[in-house]
Each structure stands twice: as structure tokens, then as C-alpha cells.
């Protein structure tokens, strides 16, 4: 089979998870497409858009010089990002839920301005929006993830993975996602 990127089944952390907690909810947010309109189904939710908005934020500080990445507050960027994502576009269906997710939000990104940790070093910046390499090209496999951070350790001359969690849950210590970045960091 010819290596087609747009044939491929593409998989992720995510969609892996999705499959090994249940095969048919896999199919149903990875692969099934509504006949009609030849699209999938995702149904955004409040978590979804509290990690997707400080993710962005924290996204746009990659580009900047280490020295340049907190002269300005967060939380204004912050605000910005919200705007695009408010009401039902969100997954709000009430302003209470709405602005306790925000609130949320803005506790979190005063912790990062608090103790930006990793953020103040140097980082590598991967020029793909969604970093992937062929897993396997006779199966037509492709794996995929969006990396949050690379961390450039000079002392050692490598790069730290790492991955922020805004949800209120732990994440699995047998998790793949570590590991799958690794791997699309490597390749």
C-alpha cells in the first residue's frame, strides 16, 4: 500500500485510550462520520475548553525569548481566549457553569505567572502543527499528538517532554502519552 497521510488512520493518546476503555466509543469519536455531512461527531464539553484555552495560552509563549515570555500578564490573553470559546461554541449551556470553568482558568494561569517552573527556560519549538511519523506505512498507520512543551536542557544537551494537566483527575501511571511524545519528539 503507498504511503497516503490522508488514507492513514491517524492515532493518538487519546484515541488508543479510547479503545482500550471501549472499543465501540473509540469508533463512535474516532472513525464513525455522519452520512450527511461526511463529518465526525465531537462534542465539546467544559473541560474540553478550559484545557484547549490554557493550552493556547501557554502555546503562544513558545515563540517568544526567554526573557520576553512573562513581561507581559497572562491573564488578559487569557481573557482573549475565553472570548472565542464563550456560551454554547464553549460547551456552556449557563453562565454559572460558564464562570466557574473561567474562574478556574484564571486561578491557573496566576499559578503559572507564580511559579512558571519550565516555562522561564529554553524550549525547542516543533515547526508541525501536529507533530506525526508513520507507525507503520504497510498498515498505512500513522501516529499523532500535540506536544505542550519541549524543555531544552543544555547542561545535558537533550529536551524534557512534558504535558500539563488541567484536569481534576489523575492521570494513569501506565499512560502511553509520555511515551507517545517521546516518540514523536525522537522521530
Aim: glycine fraction near 4%; aromatic fraction near 10%.
Amino acid at each position: 500500500m503507498a504511503k497516503d497521510k490522508f488514507a492513514a488512520l491517524w492515532v493518538s493518546h487519546s484515541s488508543i485510550s479510547d479503545f482500550l476503555a471501549c472499543p465501540r466509543a473509540y469508533y463512535l469519536k474516532n472513525i464513525y462520520k455522519n452520512p450527511k455531512t461526511g463529518h465526525k461527531f465531537q462534542i465539546i464539553t467544559p473541560p474540553m475548553t478550559l484545557g484547549t484555552v490554557i493550552h493556547e495560552v501557554i502555546e503562544a509563549l513558545s515563540v517568544l525569548p526567554v526573557a520576553k515570555r512573562l513581561e507581559e500578564p497572562l491573564l488578559p490573553k487569557f481573557e482573549l481566549a475565553c472570548n472565542k470559546v464563550s456560551g454554547i461554541k464553549g460547551g456552556f449551556f449557563d453562565l454559572e457553569t460558564e464562570y466557574q470553568y473561567k474562574k478556574r482558568g484564571e486561578e491557573m494561569i496566576r499559578r503559572i505567572e507564580q511559579n512558571p517552573g519550565p516555562l522561564k527556560n529554553l524550549a525547542v519549538k516543533i515547526e508541525m502543527d501536529l507533530p506525526y511519523f508513520w507507525l507503520s506505512e504497510t498498515e498505512n498507520i500513522i501516529l499523532c499528538g500535540k506536544i505542550d512543551w519541549l524543555e531544552y536542557l543544555p547542561a545535558v544537551e537533550a529536551v524534557r517532554v512534558i504535558d500539563y494537566k488541567t484536569s481534576k483527575k489523575e492521570e494513569d501511571p501506565q499512560s502511553l502519552q509520555l511515551p507517545i511524545y517521546l516518540l514523536l519528539a525522537t522521530n
